[in-house]
């Protein structure tokens, strides 16, 4: 059996992934499509708007047979670790096609990219840390470093966000020496950060992330630009738990977090660097929403989406410690099961005895160093909600075997 | 002027404490009476009912002259720390008499009992350990070795919790070579734990609260025990902020400190001792409500008491590396004021050209050891207002100034 796996947030699901998922299957032909799925918190610094279980019935209903988590350390991290642990996963599964969506849309692009900078790593990053030097962010070092070495009319342009984690997809297959294939889909309509809705029925989850957090909260008016099931599931989220999830609901715990912290103690935080963490302190006890928090500490040189990130390690508690081995070989050592179709259980049926790290239907009793830090995930995610519901979410997380569709049908097993 | 000290927590003020500040000043005849009172947490481990402003409100119309706060370091901590830091604060004052009440009544008892035990301190801690290795707690075992050694007929008879504080008080005027004069007051009626209302007009602050936190948390049907200000300012406090404080509001948080926390970091708090915090770890997940969590964790070695002050040390994030140089020299380093009459403002006049240590009106800027744990702990009581009712409280936290009493036409100035 041929499965093709795709990397993904589905926060929520929408047309774009609908169209990226149609596009992967009509291109690679294969017998079993693999989303790698972000959990609670997202890449960009943010919880989930909903669960995880609720994205992956979304996802099963819009056509993926078989629903991994990628874990925390890697799904809250910068491309690079982002990228390594999602293709490890890819591998471990021996799933054969990796697709991915971009701006730039032609595969061997970011293959010759790949060589061009395994030759000029160097002066790449001596050229990076000039531009650091000068104030810039990280992101905007490295892609003017890039600029000024290669030339965008041969090689990929990495100052575009999909751009940017495709080209880390092709690294890490050439790191990891992976027998992954990659493949390419160019991304077309909505940009990655458009706020505003540009088009009839594609949009970017972050306007629709937009408009499900404004005051009037309804899900009619962008029910355009997601499928229908996905409006179902976010319909019924909202009426089940009364919110969906973002950094205000967090709030409360972040100031306390912060409020109860020594400097010292934050400086161990995973991304507290450069004494930055004395900003948040100087800043915090006048913060009436994490919105107004977050527009006193920005700065030139973090970008809104690193000091996201930041507080969201330190939200979790996740210190520097906790990553340093991790970071070092930063490749999944579970595959954490969500969601299969019938299709996505033969699938596995079919690769599992070849399958060399453990396979988690249900959570309860697993432990290492990667899962401590998706259980600290977990637990912060659901802190938000009232007892007892906490405590029955909180156990659901762990007991919850995966959840079974039928693609024939349509229905849950 | 001749001041004389009473050592507090007021939650709430009630006519026990009223007849024994009667009393105080029938026996002492001071011209000044002053309240060393906790602030956000308290002796036995739980938040303040109400805030150290509404408890300062219910001194000053009760008749005391001066409020005062005991930092954290000592009014979460076990009698004998608790005492130093009272003491402390009383001689840098230049109070005179410090008047508590006791079980026994007779201060001779206690000055013998200082005495006695200072002789036989090293049979007394032999005994004490001996115990502790049976399994009792900490209090009992103490208790058990001073009944087997002390006649109860010459000494006081330290199983009574209002002897213990009484005897800590004499022994550290004692160990501080504080020229204080120490007097007590017999306590009537009411015992310190009574959960249930026993004489017509004075019940302990236990069933008080009780009364309070019940479903109809009718203020009426326990005000026969409270003076009238007590009374208002209960009333006051509630319609304001629509809450009592008690643990069950805390335990969301505290659910996720403990749950965000590793074992080793939770070994660095203070008063986790012999792995205990690996009991609380077991426990949380499943405890729905603090009463919960409480009762899973209890054992016949670890009092309530002493769970529950471990939980406010989590709670405020307090480690044993902070507490470690306080409780080498346990000892008040500045006078927080909350409240004074005009008679505790003359008094104050007249005696602060010889305090030795910072008199602080408003803590806007002030910072040591100590005052960094009644920053954690004013930022933790709050925590559970909503935005931006906790940025604004924990403003006035540092910037009110002490609240100014005028006793003779019972107005706030």
């Known amino acids: 059996m041929k499965a093709v796996g795709v990397i993904v947030e589905y926060n929520p699901f929408h047309n774009g992934h609908k169209y990226h998922l149609d596009e992967t299957k009509r291109k690679t032909n294969p017998d079993c499509t693999i989303a790698v799925m972000s959990g609670n918190f997202l890449q960009r610094g943010e919880p989930a708007l909903v669960s995880k279980w609720a994205r992956t019935k979304m996802a099963l209903e819009a056509g993926i047979d078989l629903v991994i988590e990628l874990p925390y350390a890697f799904a809250t991290q910068k491309a690079e670790n982002f990228a390594n642990g999602a293709i490890s996963l890819l591998s471990a599964l021996h799933c054969e096609e990796v697709c991915f969506g971009s701006e730039n849309g032609t595969i061997d692009d970011f293959t010759s990219t790949v060589s061009f900078m395994k030759k000029n790593q160097q002066a790449y990053d001596h050229t990076t840390r000039q531009y650091l030097k000068e104030g810039y962010s990280y992101p905007k070092s490295a892609s003017l470093a890039y600029s000024s070495l290669a030339n965008h009319d041969t090689y990929v342009d990495l100052s575009k966000p999909n751009n940017i984690l495709g080209y880390h997809y092709v690294k890490a297959i050439h790191d990891q020496k992976s027998s992954l294939k990659a493949e390419t889909i160019m991304r077309t309509s909505a940009g990655y950060h458009d706020e505003r809705f540009s088009h009839e029925s594609i949009a970017s989850a972050t306007s629709i992330r937009k408009a499900l957090f404004s005051a009037e909260r309804d899900i009619k008016e962008i029910q355009n630009y997601l499928p229908q099931s996905t409006t179902k599931w976010l319909s019924a989220y909202f009426e089940e738990y009364k919110l969906f999830h973002r ?6 715990l972040l100031k306390y ?79 954490r099961l969500l969601g299969m179709s019938q299709k996505g259980q033969r699938f596995l049926n079919h690769v599992k005895k070849d399958v060399e790290i453990p396979i988690l239907s249900k959570a309860t009793g697993f432990s290492d160093d990667l899962f401590t830090l998706d259980q600290k995930a977990a637990q912060t995610y659901l802190a938000i909600f009232p007892e007892p519901l906490r405590t029955q979410l909180l156990r659901q997380e762990y007991a919850k075997p995966p959840i079974r569709f039928n693609e024939e049908q349509q229905i849950y097993l």
């Open 247 to 252: 950094w205000e609901e967090y709030f409360t």
């Open 257 to 335: 977090k912060l409020l109860t912290s020594s400097p010292s103690e934050l400086a161990n935080i995973y991304e507290a660097e450069e004494g930055i963490e004395n900003r948040l302190l100087a800043f915090i006890s006048e913060s009436t929403s994490f919105q107004d928090f977050m527009e006193k500490i920005k700065t030139k040189r973090y970008t809104w989406t690193r000091l996201q990130r930041l507080c969201v390690h330190i939200l979790t508690n996740t210190t520097k410690d906790q990553l340093k081995k991790i970071n070092e070989n930063p490749v999944a050592t579970y595959i």
